[in-house]
């Protein structure tokens, strides 16, 4: 089945700075790749995503890319504000249509 | 706002006793849920996929018997924990993909979850 695998864990920022996530799952076969994120006791939000057939994508300060021969893709924060600060959680579909989510990072933005 | 409605949002149960949890889907229909457990800094750990008109399907190690799972219509599914134990204390979140789509290539949304004390 798929394993996804996310890095780092936790990760700090200034404010302003930029944030990146990097995610790698096993299955050559998934092709949707979401993040979503979430703050503490409230439900997973999608912020981005990104399917095979595409190799970035970008919406305002949030970019994500995928490498498919590597079977790789990250996420981008670009100016990083404190409301950023949230668990991300990256996923990929298995071939049986089910999401399989990395571990997660905590991300803490500093003023 | 929200596509996914979970309820209740908060349970504090005695240790033997069964609570149920509903999810419904909100202005589309979903022959799809699917039940996900997420214990306090750790992952969304899939539990089952509920099947409308079909039994759920289990993940490894999901005690089928404990976690009864009913998707009686295309917008209600149901998770009961049945003879619930401290251990079982977590937040339960389920999802549907958006619109009622195959899951295989579009996003799912949430519920708002339902956090489960058992005592």
């Known amino acids: 089945g798929e394993n996804v695998e996310q890095h780092p864990s936790t990760l700090s920022v200034q404010e302003g700075d930029s944030a990146v996530i990097k995610c790698t799952y096993s299955d050559s076969a998934s092709n949707y790749f979401p993040w979503y994120k979430q703050e503490l006791g409230k439900r997973p939000q999608l912020i981005i995503d990104?399917?095979?057939?595409?190799g970035e994508k970008k919406d305002q300060r949030i970019a994500v890319t995928l490498n498919k021969t590597a079977k790789h893709f990250s996420l981008h924060i670009t100016e990083t504000q404190p409301e950023d600060s949230a668990v991300y959680f990256c996923a990929a579909t298995d071939s049986w249509g089910k999401f399989q989510f990395g571990a997660g990072t905590q991300v803490v933005v500093t003023p | 706002g929200a596509v996914v409605s979970q309820h209740p949002s908060w349970v504090i149960c005695k240790s033997g006793t069964s609570v149920k949890i509903e999810c419904r889907s909100l202005?589309?229909?979903?022959?799809?849920m699917f039940w996900y457990r997420q214990f306090p800094k750790q992952s969304l750990m899939l539990m089952a996929t509920s099947n409308e008109g079909s039994k759920a399907t289990y993940e490894q190690g999901v005690e089928k018997d404990k976690f009864l799972i009913n998707h009686a219509s295309l917008t209600l599914s149901t998770l009961t924990v049945t003879s619930a134990h401290p251990e079982d204390s977590s937040f339960y979140i389920c999802?549907?993909?958006?619109?009622?789509?195959?899951?295989?290539?579009?996003?799912?949304?949430f519920g708002n979850g339902t956090r489960l004390t058992v005592t």
């Open positions: 202005d589309f229909q979903a022959t799809t």
């Open positions: 990104i399917r095979s057939n595409v």
């Open positions: 999802s549907a993909p958006w619109g009622g789509l195959s899951s295989y290539n579009s996003p799912l949304h």
